[in-house]
């Protein structure tokens, strides 16, 4: 079960011809390609197009009564691999993942699918994890449609704009006969509006009757000579197709395209942005309504060049906004006007920052330096916003009239003081792993056994487990991709030490290739390597998505199938399961065998505990069910004994637990503060677990809070309460007596 | 230039699990609800794995007499220095709010709760590595336009919705959105989720926040502005020595007395006359609460004891600063934390009613009580008469035979008769601890360190001081105090060489916070290279 529900939402997907939308931008591509007659979608999940898939798996129902086939695709790889059906077959389909790492993992299908060509249209809605909160390494998936030849989409960020370009890119497609990709950015994922409703199609040619009569065609398949005219088919035919369809179309949108003797041309998703720079300007109202022309690329590739021409005739100067590097639009739009002897000059990454992410005071800094150099005029009597001008507007801003006289920092120079001065005191707070996490044990044990054995070489690989990297853990040298952990090892294996190095993999990234990519190459290669499969029963970073191993019952898939035997099966003999990770003892002494064993091979550990997110979502509500049924129901959390403590916080790190922190010391002697267990802790057991195992020190208790108690229990407490008074009696009246 | 109306611009800092996407679609419900355009946008992924977390909403009026049918173009990221509304669920993500420009003094009202969700690098250290939440405050007030700073994580616990529904009632009270009060309650109901406690929690933050307001307009110290007022340092979680103040606070002040002083019942009398007596009175707190602990420790005589060594060094007059902290030290080192300590702290009668209200008990509850205990051969040696002790530790049969029975993490009930009668039984051999090895041992420590104080007192009084203040690295148990312990020995072993150069205190004072900064002792070892000191440190 994925960590959010969209159950109540999906209703939206049966909106009809006239209704008014209202929701998430990825629920209304959803819809979009109902109302566009897809027969198939699959995917893999990923932030940001996570919740696609989410509200696809919530929408099964609904797919089914329209006959489109979904699927939770193995890999990127497998879901642009299901784009094949639409290479013979006037099919709709729709594939999405994350971008660029997925569109990595996609590439090979992706240029085989590219190449041959497509009969049905063929999207791939990729989602880019770029700037803010990103994971991954920052990168395009330009590169990936100007290799391959596949048409690039970047709608302007509105509801109305997506869904328009969701049905216009599959009639792309099939006029072009080439594969679409859809850019959504994450913030145009998860915003917020409302479009008008189509009805939802059905497919007029169905999946049933591709297979009951198959068809082929041999110049569709990627072996010479057929490759060879498909590169000459993308150049003579689908690139002028597809140039004629997006002006035909006016897929790019003009906007006051004769007002000055200068503009901006930008990809549709920067559009609500530099829009914002000239409202702050001046040059535009709330509506949109500019006084500087702009040229919206919605199609970013290819590039429609008498369109281009067009919009810069009569121009001396454009900017081009464009997000991310290498700057292969720049690039494209300079080769078009130089061919053509066009005067006008283009900026680009010349004033804006040739990396990193285009956020509203960058965006506004290039356009006021654009106009500067172009059109100063309009930059008369306006008076610059803060962040025009400054690195630091916190400081420069003038305080408001209103502004009371009673808060610090009436002059500039005394809230840049106070603004320095709280400079070195915020601290960088990443993700971690969550309370109660069963991955975290899994590092405590590896730090305490490295105590013992010393430090090793560890490949991490992609999933939460990563976070190991990060403090207090400070685990992990390289991580080389999803399911990539053992891969990433596979260099450093040799018979001249007997020390050996330790690999990580999700339970994601096992099922996803590592099993072949990491299990298989060290066995077939006869490594003497530790792997430890990260098993939390999910793909728990990208929502608690089910996976083959998961151990639940999922009504629409097959689960259940052992990490261990797969193991075992590629020729793995040394394994070990752990079942309960927050052993730490029991895991500890594994990683020593493991890493001691005079035994030669490839060793496993696979180490399984369910993801605590996932475990708290269904049993809190099944324990309030159970307290409020009056059954007998035991909740556990533990607590820290402030009088014991010492305030060396050994504990925490080893643990990192978020629910375990530090308070002010009650104790009047003592100034270091004492851990404390905040009140969300969900009583996992891992700060006993690390007490015995690391020796620390005897301040933690487990609190065992009993609700419907049986009569036993009851007696059983008041007879220690009464002993505890009765033989302290004495104490007590020497305390009174020490304390007055 | 076009005359724009702008959208009001909102920004919510917020960490995985608070609330911040529900507060976000409350926002975005009653928005849309009054009229307004909402869009609402966030940037979820990893960082929700208890990381940091932007939201951010841009509302605008539907009706607005120049739309025309058009639908505003609203910006999904903020701007630097164009946040009408900031709020911050918590003061460190306030202070970041702040870092980033989203806090501006011409425009930005500042919501934020002023309670601290501590950093890892601030939970992990070794000593205290809490930042000063006071300069996080102060750069909050000094940036906004208008604050509404309080605890609102207090406030709604008990309620216990997420701290979001707390904020969001503030929200309402900030006067900074065109909406009415019972719009704020109609979008909560609307949610559906919670409702009951949700709405608690917003009526307890509406009222805090008209609370923090009303004290920021009264304050009438207006001729120092740098001054928190007083709602501010009442929640404020890490005031300089608020464990102190804490401890002062608790003991009621009898007029007449200057400083209130701990009280001390009948068995004490004597000797906390004779500090008063005797003691500077800036020292007379510390050495009181010594003689209390020393005394609940052990017993009277050990209490005299202690205050026996205290006059000793007393009696050189030392600068009432220095004789505090060796007023604190000695207590503690004096306390030292032994397996009697631990028992007898573990049944002290009031305990269980401690946790039983730490953990909310209902009164038809029953609790249950694990104390997670790992005695091992050298805490047991420890406890023997110091020749027995020291029999055990050489090793050889006894030592194997105790073995048998420790060196493994043991699970005790004290919540049950029989956890409760072993650990009782443990805490009484308090009655021949002085015997014990680990006593003579932690004697011998004291007594050589009482030693180099008193030799220091006249030539490096400075020194002397950072001597006093060493006695911070050790503590813990187990391996943690043998570091600890270690730590504390080699910079001992440096004073011979430290006393011979000018500035030997700030020396000592940067070699123990190396210690302090280093669990593997990698930074104390570079420190001491550093100073030149290695050659003696072999």
Known sequence: ?740 | MIAAPRPITIAILAMGGEGGGVLADWLADLAEHAGWHAQATSVPGVAQRTGATIYYLELFPRDHPAAGGREPVLALMPTAGEVDLAVASELMEAARAVQRGLVTPDRTVLVASTHRVYAMTEKMAMGDGRVDAQRLLQACRAAARAGVLADFAALCAPSQAPIGAALFGAIAASGRLPFALADFRAAIERGGVGVAASLAAFQAGHEGAVRALAAEASDATATAPHVATALHVATAPHAGNAAHAAAAAAEPARPGDEPALPRVGPALAALAERIRGAVPAGVQATAIHGIRRLAEYQDVAYAAEYLGLLERILARRPAPALLEELARHLALWMSYEDVIRVADLKTRPDRLDRVAAASNLAPDQVLVLDEFLHPRLDEIADLLPEALGRRVLAGGLLAALLGRFLGRGRVVRTSSPGGYLSLFLLARLRRWRRGSLRHRRERALIDAWLAAIDDLLDTDPALALELIRNQRLVKGYADTHARGLGNYQRLFGLLPALRARAGAAAVMAALREAALADEQGGKLGAAIVGFGLASTDS
Request: charged content about 20%; overall charge neutral.
């Open chain 1, 1 to 740: 079960m994925a960590e959010r529900s969209f159950r109540a939402e999906v209703g939206k997907l049966r909106l009809g011809e006239g209704e008014e939308f209202l929701g998430e931008g990825i629920l209304a591509v959803t819809k979009a390609l109902l109302q566009a007659g897809v027969a198939y979608v699959a995917g893999y999940q990923g932030a940001p197009i996570s919740h696609l898939m989410d509200v696809l798996t919530d929408a099964d129902d609904i797919l089914r009564e329209l006959g489109v086939h979904f699927e939770h695709s193995a890999s990127e790889a497998t879901a642009a691999a299901t784009l094949a059906a639409s290479v013979h077959y006037p099919l709709r389909g729709a594939v999405t993942f994350k971008s660029t790492v997925g569109t990595n993992v996609a590439a090979d299908a992706l240029a085989n699918l590219a190449s041959g060509g497509v009969t049905g249209g063929a999207m791939l809605i990729v989602g880019e994890d770029y700037g803010e909160g990103s994971s991954i390494m920052q990168e395009r998936s330009h590169a990936f449609a100007m290799k391959s030849q596949v048409w690039l989409l970047d709608p302007r960020p509105n509801l109305p704009s997506i869904v328009a370009m969701v049905e216009k890119g599959f009639e792309l497609s099939e006029a072009t006969r080439t594969p679409v990709m859809l850019e959504l950015r994450i913030r145009a994922c998860h915003v917020r509006g409302r479009f008008t409703a189509r009805d939802n199609r059905r497919a007029a040619f169905t999946l049933k009757d591709a297979i009951e009569h198959p068809r082929r065609d041999v110049d569709r398949i990627v072996l010479p000579p057929a490759s060879f005219l498909h590169e000459q088919e993308k150049i003579t035919q689908r690139w002028p197709a597809a140039q004629r369809f997006i002006r035909e179309h006016g897929l790019n949108e003009r906007f006051a395209a004769q007002a000055q003797p200068f503009g901006i041309i930008l990809q549709g998703g920067m559009y609500n942005a530099v829009v914002r720079a000239l409202q702050l300007l001046g040059l535009a109202d709330a509506w949109g309504e500019t006084r500087v022309p702009l040229y919206v690329l919605n199609v970013t590739y290819p590039l429609v060049d008498d369109e281009l021409l067009d919009f810069c005739a009569g121009k001396h100067a454009v900017l081009l906004v464009e997000e991310g590097q290498p700057a292969f639009i720049e690039q494209n739009i300079e080769t078009i006007l130089r061919k053509a002897d066009s005067a006008t000059r283009v900026h680009g990454k010349d004033m804006l920052p040739m990396a990193g992410e285009l956020t509203g005071a960058v965006m506004l800094k290039a356009v006021v330096r654009f106009l500067r150099r172009c059109a100063p005029q309009l930059l008369e009597g306006v008076t610059l916003p803060a962040a025009a001008h400054t690195a630091l507007p916190a400081v420069v801003a003038a305080p408001a009239a209103d502004r009371s006289p009673r808060l610090p920092g009436a002059d500039t120079a005394e809230r840049e003081q106070l603004l320095r001065e709280a400079d070195p005191h915020i601290h960088a707070r990443p993700p971690s792993f969550c309370t109660g996490c069963p991955e975290r044990p899994i590092f405590t044990a590896l730090k305490l056994v490295e105590r013992e054995l010393g430090h090793h070489h560890v490949s991490a690989d992609i999933g939460c487990h990563l976070f190991s990297i990060l403090p207090p853990f400070d685990i992990g040298a390289t991580t080389m991709g999803y399911g990539l952990g053992w891969a990433g090892a596979a260099a450093l294996n040799t018979d001249q030490t007997r020390r050996r190095t330790i690999s990580f993999m999700g339970d994601g990234g096992f099922w996803h290739n590592g099993l072949t990519s990491g299990v298989g190459n060290a066995v077939f290669n006869r490594t003497d390597n530790l792997l430890v499969v990260v098993d939390n029963s999910y793909s728990a970073a990208t929502g608690g998505q089910d996976l083959p191993s998961s151990r639940a019952l999922n009504p629409i898939r097959s689960t259940r199938h052992s990490i261990e035997a797969a193991v075992r099966g590629v020729g793995v003999s040394w394994v070990r399961s752990v079942s309960r990770t927050y052993d730490v003892a029991g895991l500890r002494d594994t990683f020593r065998e493991a890493l001691t064993t005079p035994e030669p091979g490839p060793k496993v550990i696979v180490a399984s505990s369910e993801c605590m997110l996932n475990r708290q979502r269904r049993e809190r509500p099944a324990m309030r069910a159970r307290i409020a049924a009056g059954e007998r129901t035991v909740r556990e959390r533990f607590g820290v004994d402030a009088e014991t403590c010492t305030g060396d916080h050994s504990c925490i790190r080893l643990s990192g637990c978020p629910s375990l922190s530090v308070r002010d010391n009650p104790d009047p002697l003592r100034r270091d503060p004492v851990a404390t267990v905040l009140e969300s802790c969900v009583g996992c057991g891992l700060c006993g677990e690390v007490s015995h195992a690391a020796v620390l020190c005897p301040s933690f208790h487990r609190a065992g809070i009993i609700s419907h108690p049986g009569r036993l229990e009851r007696w059983r407490a008041r007879l220690g309460r009464w002993l505890a008074g009765w033989l302290s009696r004495g104490e007590q009246a020497r305390l009174r007596a020490i304390h007055g």
